[in-house]
């Protein structure tokens, strides 16, 4: 057996394995999304503790933040700064390869005291453990600064020397958008992330109403089959191809 074919063989299957199990993610937000019914805000704290619950409204808080690096109003905000580094390994072959990889060298997240509202009434909302979809505001590269205040001027300048590049992103919420929320029924009537060895797993909550969200995932369910197929295919035609090659 050709060890080098083996090797790409295992890999294009690993992919269709990792492929597989992001599918099956997508999958199971879709079956929650299906077996929640869309409640009134006003109803939700009637609904007993540990309940699944989805509501559609306005989402609404007490007093608006500002965003990190836009300055715009919001209810919520996640200002990140990524850092692209260029490195090199040497190949099996002994030549130098250049490669790069990204991190997070700054990541700042805050809500304010948020609610839901409609024609039904509100419900309070906690984003602790949320997953947001949120909308984005900034995604540009910027400089590491040898000067300056603030916790971001000194992040970047602790690594200023470094052979890097950056981008600072941001995504927000504004207060007084239609949101979507799924989540579980807590204590006190808020909705928020599920309960430690609840059944619920899922809580999002998200700018995008509950049927693009039903078509965005099932798009991506669909196009994650064909990359699933194609790469155990692929791994299946190596993996023959390393038997024969070797034979």
Known sequence: MDILLSVFAAIAAIIGAALSWWRWS??????????THTSGAGGIAQLPAGSPAAVSG??????????????????????????????YE?????????????????????????????????????FDGAKVEAIQT??????????GSGIVSGVLSALANSNSTYTRKEVILPADIPVYVLGEVRDGGLLGKPARGSHNKIFVIS????EERTGDLTKTARWLLAFIILSFAIAAGLLVWAVAKGG
């Open 26 to 35: 997508v999958g199971r937000e879709l079956a929650a999304m299906a077996a």
């Open 58 to 87: 306005t989402l609404r808080v007490r007093s608006p933040l500002t965003a990190e690096f836009s300055g715009k109003p919001c209810a919520y905000f996640n200002a990140e700064i990524e850092r692209e580094e260029v490195y």
């Open 90 to 126: 040497r190949d099996s072959q002994g030549r130098e390869e250049r490669r790069t990889r990204t991190t997070t060298v700054y990541s700042n997240m805050k809500y304010g005291q948020c609610l839901i509202e409609d024609q039904t009434g509100k419900v309070g909302i906690d």
């Open 138 to 147: 900034v995604n540009e590269p910027t400089a590491a600064p040898t000067s």
């Open 207 to 210: 700018h995008k109403s509950e």
